[in-house]
């Protein structure tokens, strides 16, 4: 295990003592499910091919989230070629017509796995008998019947995993467990399938419950009451004496065997026993004979009658009732409902005024501790069960040990986590703000994933001299835009046909809910720093999509004397993050990735923007992006080392391609460019929030507030000591600092060299947690403040993480084994893996024509190529001089994603006179990566690499622009791409 990734389970384990056991709780999951059964009993289930769906249909239900895998297999050859490859958690069979088979081959199974589950499911009752028998039972572990229900399934799985657990979960927490005696396979399948969706039901409402983040949400759900099955008296006694201080239901039939014969009374004898020990525990009698009532109620239990035609409600009424599920009914000594909670803070206020009778009624029959034991709060019920009622005063004392018990635990400060708006408390880097519900979005889910982990990193103290932290963050989820849709009557499909500016108009002159705009104005009495509005959408920076850069950001300086244009300019930030979803460069996208543009709800990200104030101007000494993965690597630098792309100023300056620094977070020193490129290609300007326009208009545009300004401007401000050198024009040397005349070049040198402040290690180990908690590569997008703060540090601020997708499917590219005269292209640099498939289009600009003083003239025609081939639905090689997607026309071809979206192999080349550059725009790249987008370099001067321009002028011409030829070959091309060795053959299939 790395070291990264032990640090990432110290984490889990001691993220809080409140959450110590629900790590280690259910150790055993079913993930592999062997299924065995034959077409056309696999058919009476599957209903339209749809049986994984229907099967784990209540994993999404209950918000599980990982879903068991399932194999399927018909015949005994197929089930041990299996078996002999795979580990399998449980096996099913599904028993239909043909009985012997599955004896025959569950017995052979078990001799060869004999600790491997199985569970016979039964596709009719009449056929419980003929398995029960004594010489056929070895052949399964327990037997179930098909009732038409696909949820016996998920009971089934729940049902193993909770055997399998009850021992280590035991000894862990005070778990909960409902025990089962029930003998009838027909009636304990119905009471599994219905007891788990009660469970999950009432788990499930109580996780949304949560204002805490989604990690403690999903382990929430590994506390929920374990389900125990005995079918005969000495089963359930053993249970019992075994695990009797975690029982707190007991639901049991009447009639079932005894000292292995059938005894009429055996349930009733079980209660009796198990009563004489423990008075207060909850029992459920349930039988198919009525008379047996009369003696529920002799015993106070209560009853169900099996036959019941809604069996599912009377038994979720029970349960609920029994065991303080749902919300909690203050009652008198007449069981008068007084008052009713539905959560703490209601439980909290409403035990301060109920009367002393409701208290005692409640404490002598244990109610608080099970009604919160039922709501998974085991500390809390621990405390309030340690006295019992009678060692009390009187109803009083109670009464005040609940609210002192409460409170504490309700006010344990909350630290890195997301927490409901509260009007009362502060606007701190400790916690991130919600202020409206719903999803968090991509960026949303980020920072806040970033926001729990730095407590239990000791992200303040971890590297001396610098703190690492998420900048002070509030998020407006989703339901606040679909609240500001609807209540303005704003129709998706009606918005795509208006002109983005009409969009911009129409959005400005809605309104925001008024509780939104009380709480927005809230925040501007926390802060007069610059706030930064940001989009987070539900597919923006996810896993499997790629929005980078598609939608708005806006920042408004918040310096206005008067509040009023504050909460006007921020209030209209909110609007046009909001109208964003509807530009046309969205609308593309969108479509481009075939979802629909009603599918993409925006969240919204307002931190307070990281910087210092320096007169006129505000913003950070250093801002930069980060991943985890160099597709450029060089010298003795590897792949996934990494590397930083850093400037002086606003981010805005690095994400869009600008001329900005380049350095691997492991080797910071080590330099791609010489000395006399570092010179040439240094940064010369940055970007910064302009104090000086405290009225600027929003509507103005999202770089309205901002201002491009130049080294000296800098210089004066004092900024620019630790992160420039100076060039000695004579010595042919760089001067970390300022201390000498010369010209200036952004390098970093005091910090990266000289260690001014540990810069590289911190985002060498934010970059190493990120990545190992995502499992995938990733990219970092931060800031940093040299200014020192109130202990004399500088501080580190992670502004939003995403992951960079990359391609499964590995190819290892050996030039031996290709037809050197077929080959169009050799590179060996870029990123890439696996095959492309179907492409028989290479658009490529003619190299006698180019020029690069027209390159956005070249963006401009290779974006209508681009929408002939989205039309004709039609994916193409891509090849030009240059860095694609640079905002610097003079060092590439400046196009954003949408106009080149079908490209899906990019080659970018270098001529004589225009050598390739050493940045890009993270945001283009981060599309290119997200999209499994090929994107490989070819230098004129190398001599392995080549472009075969002579193979392609033989493809078939289907276009010839200004700049660019467009040919297509008789049959696809083949694309190859070997991720390891960052190379990629393209080359003919057949003839041309």
Known sequence: MSATRKLLQNYLNRESKSRDIYHDLMPFKVKEILLISNLYDAFSVEREGRFSEIMLHDYGVMNLTFLPRITGVSSEEEAFEQLDKVHFDMIIFMVGLDKKMPVHLGKKIKSSYPNTSIFFLLNSDSDINYFQNSGISGCYDKLFTWNGESKIFFAMIKYLEDIKNLEPDSKLAAIRLILLVEDDPKYYSKYVTHLYRIIFAQTSKLVNELSADDLFKVLKLRVRPKLILATNYEQAMNYYKKYKEHLYCLITDVRFKKSGRFQENAGIELVKEIRAENPMLSVIIQSSERENLKLANALHTDFIDKNNQNLYKKLKFKVNQTLGFGNFLFKNDEEQVLATAANIGEFEQIIKIVSEESIMFHAKRNDFSKWLLARSEFQLAKVLVVKQAEEFAGAEEIRNYLIKAISEYRHEKPFGKVVPFDENGDFTTDNIIRMAEGALGGKGRGIAFVNSLKRQFNFATRFPGMKISAPKTIVLGTNAFLDFIESNNLEFDNLQNYEFEEIKKRFLSCHLSDDLMVKLEWLLGKSNKPLAIRSSGLLEDSMAQAFAGIFETYVIPNNSPDKSIRLKQLSDAVKLVYASVFTQKAINYIQAINHKIGEEEMAIVIQELVGTDFGDYYYPHVSGVAQSYNYYPFAHMKPEEGFVVAALGLGTYVVEGENAFRFSPKYPTTQLLSLQDQVKYTQNYFYAVDLTKPDVKVSDGSMAAIIKLSLKDAERHGS??????????????????????????????????????????????????????????????????????????????????????????????????????????????????????????????????????????????????????????????????????????????????????????????????????????????HNLTSLNVAYYSIRHDNQTSFINYDLLEKGQLVKKGQFFKHVRFENPISILMDGKQQMAVVSLNGNI
């Open 720 to 925: 620019l000591k630790h992160c420039v050198s100076v060039y000695d024009v004579n010595n042919q040397i760089l001067y970390p600092g300022i201390g000498r005349p010369g010209p200036r070049v952004v390098n970093f040198a005091s910090i990266l060299k000289n260690e001014y402040i540990p810069l590289a290690a911190s985002i060498r180990f934010i970059l190493g947690l990120i990545k190992e908690a995502f499992g995938t590569p990733v990219e970092v997008e931060f800031a940093v403040n040299l200014t020192p703060d109130d202990d004399g540090d500088a501080n580190l601020y992670i502004l939003q993480v995403k992951p960079l997708i990359q391609v499964a499917n590995d190819h290892h590219i050996d030039l031996d084994q290709f037809d050197k005269e077929k080959m169009i292209l050799f590179a060996e640099k870029g990123m890439g893996n696996g095959s492309i498939e179907g492409i028989k289009d290479v658009i490529f600009v003619d190299n006698l024509v180019f020029d690069k003083s027209m390159t956005v003239e070249m963006s401009l025609e290779i974006e209508e190529i681009n929408k002939e081939m989205v039309e004709a639905k039609k994916n193409y090689v891509l090849i030009g001089p240059g860095r694609w997607g640079t905002r610097d026309r003079w060092i590439g071809i400046p196009v954003n994603w949408p106009q080149i979206s079908n490209a899906r192999f990019i080659v970018e080349t270098s001529l004589e006179d225009f050598p390739l550059d050493a940045s890009f725009g993270s945001h283009f790249f």
